[in-house]
């Protein structure tokens, strides 16, 4: 059974840095971060799959990066630049060992953390 356990989330100023890390738990495939404002709707941040190929969403390309450390087994986002835009709660999420290779971001059946808050002030 797959368990991710989201940390690192926080307030920062605008143009400030944060790291998130995901820690995970059971056999997955590709990992990815995701992001839900209020009154809006969860979108996609970035996606990796295990031999390290990433995706971005446009809005976060150039300022985010995401990386896996397999011993660890931890997930992170790397967030500089940081805009009050990027004020939301974010979410890990993973798909299964079959998705080796997939795109998170358009993988349909994914589990999920239970997320941090990132707050960024202007």
């Known amino acids: 059974q797959v368990q991710l356990v989201e940390s690192g989330g926080g307030s920062v100023q605008s143009g400030g840095s944060l790291r998130l890390s995901c820690a995970y738990t059971?056999?997955?495939?590709?990992m990815a971060w995701f992001r839900q404002a209020p009154g809006k709707e969860r979108e996609g941040v970035a996606s990796i799959n295990r031999p390290g190929t990433t995706n971005y969403a446009n809005s976060v390309k150039g300022r985010f990066t995401i990386s896996q450390d397999n011993a660890k087994r931890t997930l992170y986002l790397q967030m500089n630049s940081l805009q009050s835009e990027d004020t939301a709660m974010y979410y890990c999420?993973?798909?299964?060992?079959?998705?080796?290779?997939?795109?998170?971001?358009?993988?349909?059946?994914?589990?999920w953390g239970q997320g941090t808050q990132v707050t960024v002030s202007s």
């Open positions: 059971g056999s997955i495939g590709c």
């Open positions: 999420a993973a798909g299964g060992y079959r998705s080796y290779y997939s795109n998170c971001l358009l993988l349909r059946d994914k589990s």
